[in-house]
C-alpha cells in the first residue's frame, strides 16, 4: 500500500487564526491546481492537554509531500503558521503501512 502522513504537532494560543491561515492556503492551492497536494488534511485538538494541536496530513506518496513541502507558498505558510505557534513545532513523517475501514 503506497501513501504517505505527515503529523505536524504544535501549541497555540490562536487556533482560530492558524485555522483561517489553513484556509486560505488551501483555496490558494486548489485555484492553482500545480502540483502534488495533500489528499486530506485532519486538524485535532488535544482534549487532555489543551493548547496542544495535531495536523494529520495525506499524501499519495513521499515524493509527492516532498514537493510539495519545497513549494515557496508552503515554507511561507509554514512560516506563518510558526509566527503563531507557542513553541517549536514537530514534524512526523510515517510511511502509510495499512489502512482499516469499519462499517458501522
Not at 504544535?10 to 482560530?16: A, E, N, V
Not at 497536494?37 to 496530513?57: E, L
Not at 506518496?61 to 508552503?74: H, K, W
Request: hydrophobic fraction near 35%.
Amino acid at each position: 500500500m503506497a501513501g504517505f502522513v505527515q503529523i505536524i504537532e504544535y501549541r497555540t494560543s490562536k487556533p482560530d487564526e492558524i485555522a483561517e491561515l489553513s484556509d486560505e492556503f488551501r483555496k490558494s492551492r486548489e485555484a492553482s491546481q500545480d502540483g502534488p497536494a495533500p489528499g486530506r488534511v485532519i486538524v485535532c485538538a488535544d482534549r487532555d492537554d489543551p493548547g496542544r494541536y495535531f495536523i494529520v496530513v495525506e499524501f499519495e506518496s513521499f515524493e509527492a509531500a516532498m514537493e510539495n513541502n519545497d513549494r515557496p507558498e508552503t515554507n511561507e505558510f509554514a512560516e506563518k503558521m510558526a509566527a503563531m505557534c507557542d513553541g517549536p513545532v514537530k514534524f512526523y513523517n510515517l510511511d502509510l503501512m495499512q489502512v482499516q475501514e469499519y462499517k458501522s
